[in-house]
């Protein structure tokens, strides 16, 4: 069965550092990858998506993401946090032919004043 | 531009009640996802839904749960007589197509007391 592993739980970082979240899926042909956030008490707004090309993406809020196939993975990133991106973070897949998003368990960001 | 509207915001009902979760999809979206994420984990998929139909509902609980999405109107998720494992957010999303991007509404939290 598919699925999407992000392994890190929270991640905290300071303000101005970078930051990377990962996400690997286990599908064998290329789905179609993106990355949500969720603000405390809020719906989930689409920061990225990839459904082919080029391989690294850019995204609203300064993030980006790199798809690499070979290691099934497409990292969010950003070269420098600020407080407001503190929220939770959510990568999901779609399996071609089909429409059902599929969901990592979340990565919660922390931002160290 | 209304984006996925979705009410009530909150909804509190006493064990054995129903609730009546609504969604609106964004203008021009025929598609409608429901989906519901229970505290601490990501969002697991429920039923996806186009005009007067049922396209897969395989994320539904057999029992207790219905969703339609009428010719004219909202999208509606049922949920019959409520029990306290009933309590989570719920969110809808709307795409162009089953394989677009999909846009979330602000969820519906409900609270089974």
């Known amino acids: 069965a598919q699925s999407v592993t992000q392994p890190d739980i929270h991640i905290t970082v300071s303000e101005g550092a970078s930051l990377e979240l990962r996400c690997n899926y286990s599908y064998g042909a290329t789905p179609y990858l993106f990355w949500y956030v969720q603000s405390p008490g809020q719906g989930l707004q689409l920061l990225l998506k990839?459904?082919?090309?080029d391989t690294l993406v850019q995204g609203i809020k300064g993030f980006e993401a790199e798809f690499k196939r070979s290691q099934s993975s497409f990292n969010l990133r950003k070269p420098s946090v600020h407080w407001s991106d503190a929220a939770e973070y959510f990568c999901a897949v779609v399996v071609d032919s089909n429409y059902q998003l599929i969901w990592g368990a979340g990565t919660k960001l922390i931002i160290k004043p | 531009n209304a984006g996925v509207m979705q009410n009530p915001r909150h909804l509190v009902r006493r064990r054995g009640q129903e609730a009546r979760l609504r969604c609106s999809p964004m203008k021009g979206h025929s598609h409608v996802y429901w989906y519901r994420q229970l505290p601490e984990e990501g969002l697991k998929f429920m039923v996806y839904l186009q005009k007067e139909n049922i396209i897969d509902e395989s994320g539904m609980p057999k029992e207790r749960f219905s969703a339609e999405f009428p010719k004219e109107g909202p999208s509606i998720l049922r949920i019959q007589q409520v029990v306290r494992g009933d309590s989570a957010a719920y969110f809808c999303?709307?795409?162009?197509?089953?394989?677009?991007?999909?846009?979330f509404g602000p969820g519906t939290r409900l609270t089974v007391t």
């Open positions: 999303a709307s795409s162009l197509g089953g394989k677009n991007e999909q846009y």
């Open positions: 990839y459904f082919s090309g």
